[in-house]
T-cell receptor
Framework: NAGVTQTPKFRVLKTGQSMTLLCAQDMNHEYMYWYRQDPGMGLRLIHY???????AKGEVPDGYNVSRLKKQNFLLGLESAAPSQTSVYFC????????????FGEGSRLTVL | GQNIDQPTEMTATEGAIVQINCTYQTSGFNGLFWYQQHAGEAPTFLSYNVLDGLEEKGRFSSFLSRSKGYSYLLLKELQMKDSASYLCAVRDSNYQLIWGAGTKLIIKP
């Protein structure tokens, strides 16, 4: 049972380059999220999706785009990477239960030089 | 603004009990969560409180007081593997999670 899988796990970019992070979940969850985690700060929501074909902005959406063409996949794109986007990125998903427990991927460590 | 406060770091001894506090000010309240995150790994769910009182789950318990905007996570019979960061998060009126910065718990033999 894979749960939530993120690729790649590590990536180094130069300023201005673009890249896409892929998140895949096999739990048939409706809700998917992209967070970034920086030292000394709580997880911050970048974008989220409440179902296939839908996306919405979170707390820190600038510089990122997302797509949810298939229910199981949620892609996070950086069109022109900046050093401020150096971070650890986590994808998460949840079902529709009241508890709303989040299931996280292993994280993707991105460094922008 | 919305705010979650928890201590940055705590130290405890193997076999002892530790209490990690979390205070919050949010726009509405729809539940409070505790997650555990080992260094270099993903957060994993520990507990969920939506009503006042204590929820016990094995060695871990979580308490909530909505009137005080306060929760704590109680860890008993500490083991070395409990060394991790503990994240407090509150679900607001928009059903979005607001996260604290986490408490790094160091367990000493």
């Amino acid at each position: 049972n894979a749960g939530v899988t993120q690729t790649p796990k590590f990536r180094v970019l130069k300023t201005g380059q673009s890249m896409t992070l892929l998140c895949a979940q096999d739990m048939n969850h409706e809700y998917m999220y992209w967070y970034r985690q920086d030292p000394g700060m709580g997880l911050r929501l970048i974008h989220y999706s409440v179902g296939e074909g839908t996306t919405a902005k979170g707390e820190v959406p600038d510089g990122y785009n997302v797509s949810r063409l298939k229910k199981q996949n949620f892609l996070l794109g950086l069109e022109s990477a900046a050093p401020s986007q150096t971070s650890v990125y986590f994808c998460a998903s949840r079902g529709t239960e009241e508890t709303g427990e989040l299931f996280f991927g292993e994280g993707s460590r991105l460094t922008v030089l | 603004g919305q705010n979650i406060d928890q201590p940055t770091e705590m130290t405890a001894t193997e076999g002892a009990i530790v209490q990690i506090n979390c205070t919050y000010q949010t726009s509405g309240f729809n539940g409070l969560f505790w997650y555990q995150q080992h260094a270099g790994e993903a957060p994993t769910f520990l507990s969920y409180n939506v009503l006042d009182g204590l929820e016990e789950k094995g060695r871990f318990s979580s308490f909530l007081s909505r009137s005080k905007g306060y929760s704590y996570l109680l860890l008993k019979e500490l083991q070395m593997k409990d060394s991790a960061s503990y994240l407090c998060a509150v679900r607001d009126s928009n059903y979005q999670l607001i996260w604290g910065a986490g408490t790094k718990l160091i367990i000493k033999p």
